[in-house]
């Protein structure tokens, strides 16, 4: 899969990051495309959402008001500003072209912690 994730790391309770994730692919304008999580010990979670212009987002109801999705479709990259982190949103973060997951990348750890 050609996905590439970036931008995780370690930050305290409040703070801000942004990932981004870029798409080797051809199809990347023109398709949705996602952005998912997994905590520990848990299953994949849907977090974001975003269509192939930008024009429409969504978002998990545990993430709403904090983080926004966006895109760069010239230079084939999706993005993932995450605002007032919480310890709850400690995850491995990936990119996929599909709402499931089925076609994702590696993805990029965050871990949110006093």
């Known amino acids: 899969v050609q996905l590439q994730a970036s931008g995780g790391g370690l930050v305290q309770p409040g703070g801000s990051l942004t990932l981004s994730c870029i798409d080797s692919?051809?199809?990347?304008?023109?398709?949705?495309m996602f952005w998912l999580r997994q905590a520990p010990g848990k299953g994949l979670e849907r977090v974001a959402t975003?269509?192939?212009?930008?024009?429409?987002?969504s978002y998990a109801d545990s993430v709403k008001g904090r983080f926004t999705i966006s895109r760069d479709n010239g230079k084939k990259t999706l993005y993932l500003q995450m605002n007032n982190l919480k310890p709850e949103d400690t995850a491995l973060y990936y990119c996929?072209?599909?709402?499931?997951?089925?076609?994702r990348g590696q993805g990029t750890l965050v871990t949110v912690s006093s």
């Open positions: 692919g051809t199809t990347f304008s023109r398709i949705w």
């Open positions: 975003i269509t192939p212009d930008g024009s429409q987002k």
């Open positions: 996929s072209r599909t709402s499931s997951g089925a076609v």
